[in-house]
């Protein structure tokens, strides 16, 4: 719907608007009211190129979309009944748990080893382990991809899937020759367009999960969704969002705690929130209350950091990862919440 910024179009601005419609194989349908008029986009009105012409005209006050953005992630889409399978669990439906390492230390493999069988006795349904990590230092550790081969053995050993995260096409390409069950998109890469889609198109046709995280300095919700349009477009439709901190941070908090927006998410699209409670809060004794928050909002599942001894760890596992009992009991509860919460799922958002 346009809304000029006079009651009125002149002939000539109407028969401006008209023109551009008309490249974008759209109409435009006036709408006369008493005091001031509207103006339909009668059509396909997705495009943001049409959008951005429209409201770059000088006497366009603003365009209000009645069509969502994005045409996959909709709700309303054809992919409106799709599943992701993590393990056994089915979502949305299910809850998933999904836990581990922070970072593989590669020259401590039987750590690793034994947080994974006690993360699956605890009753997760997938296996997270760091191969590579981004770093805002250039001098702290990035990773070893001799750790791969650790997360595959223990995939081997304990039967879960795992989940790792990949930053550039090299390692996308190690990962896909891998096998690898879910890839993992930081906050970092959350933006990065061109990864997007690389990743859409590697795992196209496969049963491979994406967990795409919201980047820590996106805007409205839509921009987040937008970024998994990219993957979806590409043919992989096996997208999990991950809501896990933004800034500005608060103070206490490694960030500042977005599982509310799960309601958002699933009132504008179908594809499941899985919430990372650990990095939105950084401290392993805050993170059950944020799990147990996810869980409330309706999420689908957590990723959560669970290392068997956190003060041996690497990266963020000595300041915020849970130990596996705590895990045991924390599964235990988000999926009795999880149920209670079903009940107040929200519908789609009105259009």
């Known amino acids: 719907m346009i809304i000029p910024l006079h009651p009125r179009l002149a002939a000539a601005e109407l028969k401006e608007l008209e023109e551009i419609a008309g490249e974008f194989g759209v109409r435009i349908q006036p709408i006369h009211g008493n005091e001031r008029s509207i103006y339909a986009i009668l059509g396909d009105e997705t495009s943001q190129d049409l959008i951005n012409r429209i409201e770059g005209l000088p006497y366009i006050e603003r365009v209000d979309r009645i069509q969502s953005p994005y045409k996959l992630m909709s709700r309303e889409s054809k ?127 496969t049963q491979t999960k994406v967990l795409l995280k919201r980047s820590m300095h996106m805007g409205p919700v839509s921009e987040f969704i937008l970024a998994a349009e990219y993957i979806v477009a590409q043919g992989n439709p096996n997208v999990m969002l991950c809501p896990r901190g933004t800034v500005p941070t608060i103070e206490g908090f490694r960030n500042s705690p977005d599982e509310s927006i799960t309601l958002l998410l699933k009132e504008r699209t179908w594809a499941p929130v899985v919430v990372d409670p650990s990095h939105s809060v950084g401290k392993a004794v805050y993170v059950p209350f944020a799990c147990l928050a996810a869980a409330a909002y309706g999420a689908d599942g957590i990723v959560v950091e669970t290392h068997c001894q956190p003060k041996r760890g690497m990266g963020d596992d000595p300041k915020q990862a849970i130990t596996p009992d705590v895990l045991a009991q924390l599964i235990r509860d988000t999926r009795q919440i999880h149920a209670s919460a079903a009940r107040y799922a929200p519908k789609a958002a009105a259009t």
């Open 79 to 205: 992919l409106s009944h799709h599943r992701v399978m993590v393990g056994k669990k089915s979502l949305p439906g299910d809850f998933c748990v999904i836990a581990g390492h922070c970072t593989i230390d590669p020259n401590n493999k039987q750590l690793f080893l034994e947080t994974a069988m006690a993360v699956k006795e605890a009753g997760a349904d997938m296996l997270r382990g760091g191969v590579w990590k981004p770093r805002t230092s250039p001098h702290s550790f990035q990773g070893d991809a001799r750790s791969l081969d650790i997360l595959l053995e223990a995939r081997a050993q304990t039967g879960l899937p795992v989940n790792t995260e990949v930053m550039d096409f090299d390692q996308l390409k190690l990962c896909v020759e891998a096998k690898v069950d879910s890839l993992q998109i930081g906050a970092r890469s959350a933006l990065n367009y061109r990864l997007l889609q690389q990743v859409g198109e590697m795992t196209k046709d």
